[in-house]
């Protein structure tokens, strides 16, 4: 009895492990506009450009690539983190 409760504990354990593995291979999104924000710049929808007073106006698509990500211009979302 002992033998099986240590096979189904073990067996539970490596499931567990293998789907927390699979967690870190998740990716994240992040609006144009929330990427334009963080860098302290107005977003513009319209043009998809940031306009920081700090930086030259910069394209979504050109932020999303400076992060690794890959954009895409009708959602304008960036996905990072993608496989």
Not at 2 to 20: E, G, H, Q, W
Not at 45 to 55: F, G, R, Y
């Amino acid at each position: 009895m002992d033998n099986k409760r240590t096979m189904v504990s073990t067996i539970l354990a490596m499931v567990v492990f293998v789907m927390s593995l699979s967690g870190c291979a998740t990716s994240s999104k992040l609006s144009a506009a929330q990427m334009c924000a963080s860098e302290g710049g107005t977003y513009s929808t319209e043009t998809q450009t940031c306009v920081s007073a700090t930086q030259a106006a910069r394209t979504a698509a050109a932020m999303c690539q400076a992060r690794g990500g890959y954009y895409d211009p009708t959602a304008q979302v960036c996905e990072l983190g993608r496989q």
